[in-house]
């Protein structure tokens, strides 16, 4: 009887299998670790992106404003009874206040003197008295210092006053002011006279030409001319001064380092640290402002974290 040859059937080894298992276990371990290593030693050097931005220099300070003006002064000691308000704009001619004579005239009437402005401008009735000049070219020619010093006496609503006394101001706020500020000694050091900043005061912005610079003791203080936009009645304020700005990528002193002469920081390229150089564009306190980045390129935010390992 014919019988059919049984078929054999070769069966792979069980080991063969059990090492391109293992073999592949150990690959998908290398790339997780190599990965989470990479993201451990991100976490640790403290990498950021970096992107293009403007470094730019602000102090706020208190000042002095010196503008053109009129003083208005009492005719007679007496009551004086304001007709307008502060702050307010009022043209030539308007009757700003009445001063009710003390005593009485010959005939036992008591006289009321009308007071009207000499000059069209804003009203302020702070009565700063004849210590605050309202003559910029005055201003000019004084010591700083002593300008600085200066201050104004409480808003006068009503009350009594003696002849002669200054009962209120008319500022002219269509010429330009004189400001004196005291600087910060890191405040745009090279600051010189001729030099314009951008200056700001109760949220209006514009240019302020520095006329004067003078350093006493240690004070450093200046003397800006400002547009007639700022001009307020004012005389104590406080202003916004922006100095030095410079383009660039925007990175931490501590991400910058050294290398054969040149500057540079490092960056995370494909999970590998590299030197890169840079060119610095200017410093302010902590950050720096340099070129040769691109955007978002991971710089690492603390050079010391590096070199300490190499």
Do not use: C
Not at 77 to 96: F, M, T, W
Not at 305 to 310: H, P, R
Request: charged content about 25%.
């Amino acid at each position: 009887m014919y019988w059919d040859k049984p078929v054999t059937r070769h069966k792979k080894p069980k080991t063969r299998v059990k090492s391109r298992v293992f073999l592949t276990f150990i690959i998908f371990v290398a790339v997780v670790s190599y990965a989470a290593t990479s993201v451990i030693e991100k976490h640790l050097l403290h990498v950021e992106p970096v992107t293009a931005g403007v470094l730019e220099e602000s102090i706020y300070v208190p000042a002095k404003i010196f503008v053109n003006g009129e003083k208005i002064v009492a005719p007679v000691s007496g009551e004086v009874e304001y007709l307008v308000e502060d702050g307010k704009r009022i043209p030539v001619g308007r009757v700003i206040a009445r001063v009710n004579a003390v005593g009485t005239d010959n005939d036992g009437n008591r006289v009321t003197w009308e007071i009207k402005s000499p000059v069209a401008g804003i009203v302020d009735l702070s009565s700063p008295e004849a210590a605050i000049p309202l003559n910029t070219e005055v201003v000019f020619q004084m010591d700083l210092r002593e300008l600085y010093s200066l201050g104004a006496e409480a808003r006068q609503v009503s009350g009594v006053v003696r002849q002669g006394q200054t009962i209120a101001r008319i500022i002219n706020n269509l010429q330009p002011a004189l400001v004196v500020v005291k600087l910060t000694p890191e405040f745009y050091p090279g600051l010189k006279q001729g030099d314009k900043i951008i200056v700001i005061h109760r949220g209006i912005q514009d240019f302020a030409v520095v006329k004067r610079m003078q350093t006493v003791q240690g004070e450093r203080l200046a003397l800006l001319q400002v547009p007639a936009s700022l001009v307020s009645g004012d005389v104590n304020t406080s202003l916004v001064l922006k100095g030095r700005n410079f383009r660039g990528f925007i990175i931490p002193k501590t991400a910058l380092g050294r290398k054969n002469g040149g500057a540079g920081v490092y960056v995370v390229h494909e999970g590998t640290l590299r030197w890169h150089p840079v060119e610095i564009v200017g410093e302010l306190d902590s950050k720096v402002a340099v070129t040769g980045l691109e955007e978002k390129m991971e710089v690492v935010q603390d050079i010391t974290l590096v070199d300490g390992k190499n």
